[in-house]
């Protein structure tokens, strides 16, 4: 039996029964891990490519999404706007949890609106990412993600 065959099904029966948690674009469900309750004032992984945000506490859904963060504060946007599911999920139910390094957090997705926060986060991102899309674009959605 081909090597990489092999090693391919083994990687899809891992995702399908949800050893990983989100894999690159597939989604999976809750996240498991140390729930972390004290107050955070630096993200650890700050400079981490993406997290992983848990949306739908009733059926839980887990995605790999790109955030920006400074001090205590954490965000995270899509380009997508309504089309984004993990997007639709936060605005029919903010409750929401992120695992960034070892631990889980959990968070509500508060949408923002403000223009001046808008475009701080979009200049966040810029720095932090080579995008073209930019997530000040009006029908981007950002969300700050604060403790619950």
Do not use: Q
Not at 130 to 145: N, S
């Amino acid at each position: 039996m081909d090597f990489a065959l092999t090693r391919g099904t083994l990687l899809a029966a891992l995702v399908a029964l949800g050893c990983f948690g989100p894999l690159g674009p597939f989604p999976d469900g809750r996240l498991s891990g140390r729930v972390v309750t004290a107050p955070v004032d630096e993200w650890p992984c700050a400079a981490n490519r993406v997290l992983e945000l848990e949306t739908d506490p009733i059926a839980p859904v887990s995605v790999n999404v790109h955030f920006v963060s400074e001090g205590s504060r954490l965000w995270v946007a899509t380009v997508l706007g309504g089309s984004s599911d993990w997007a639709r999920r936060a605005l029919a139910d903010p409750r929401v949890r992120v695992r960034l390094g070892d631990g889980v957090y959990e968070r509500r997705a508060v949408r923002v609106t403000e223009r001046s926060e808008i475009e701080h986060v979009a200049a966040l991102y810029r720095e932090k990412y080579t995008i073209t899309p930019d997530v000040a674009d009006d029908g981007a959605l950002v969300f700050r993600l604060e403790p619950r």
